[in-house]
């Protein structure tokens, strides 16, 4: 045992010096080690948010409030301001008889012609009244034509534009007006008469049609009146 333990001294004795240099060694290791370990833990920081960066915050950029850039806004546009846009005119006749005394209705269907003794369609609107009483222009318009035919007698043809024709037969005579005349709606532009022989046994009457792009309608369509 004393042996070996001489056998130890001697090789401390003999390796004391690279001992301690390994020693020396291995404790800077391991001290390196320990700061590497600690020191990067201990390094790492938490970023704060800046709470003088006033720039982030919502509501404090002025230049994205709603409502604010003036440059973005719609125009609103209110129906009616355009003096170009079209607007649809509402068209009312004027009674070209006023009081007449009865009224023979529109028939697209045959109906008894007293005159004739025969069934007929009836286009138009009798308005009865005393010979010698005014018939009225039922709207603006221009005189087309101013004509005597021997079964309507004097008829008037007033063009109000647009395909729309108003025509007034059984006149007394065609002198109130002229071809190519403008009248205004409730102008004067004959008299009630017998001449329309086709119908000179019902009595005094205008006959009235009205045509719309040549062809004839009922006049009630753009007349307003409760009883015919």
Request: proline letters at 4%.
């Amino acid at each position: 045992m004393k042996k070996a333990n001489g056998k130890f001294v001697l090789f401390l004795k003999k390796n004391a010096l690279w001992l301690i240099l390994s020693f020396c060694i291995l404790a800077v290791g391991l001290s390196v080690t320990l700061m590497m370990v600690t020191g990067g833990d201990a390094g790492t920081q938490i970023e704060k948010p800046n709470d003088n960066d006033d720039d982030n915050k919502p509501g404090d950029n002025d230049d994205n409030k709603p409502g604010d850039n003036d440059d973005n806004d719609e125009d609103v546009i209110v129906p009616g301001e355009d003096d170009n846009e079209p607007v649809d005119t509402v068209i009312v006749f004027a009674m070209p008889v006023e009081n007449a005394t009865s009224i023979g209705e529109y028939s697209e269907t045959m109906v008894f012609n007293s005159t004739l003794s025969r069934f007929s369609t009836h286009l138009a609107i009798d308005f009865f009244a005393p010979e010698g009483t005014d018939v009225l222009a039922a709207y603006d318009g221009v005189v087309e034509s101013v004509t005597n035919d021997l079964l309507k007698g004097y008829t008037v043809t007033i063009d109000h534009g647009n395909g729309l024709k108003t025509i007034y037969n059984s006149l007394a005579d065609g002198d109130a007006v002229t071809t190519g005349q403008k009248v205004a709606k409730g102008d004067v532009i004959g008299k009630v008469s017998v001449t329309n022989r086709q119908e000179y046994k019902s009595g005094a009457h205008l006959h009235f049609e009205v045509m719309e792009n040549n062809e004839l309608i009922d006049p009630e369509t753009y007349l307003v009146f409760d009883e015919k």
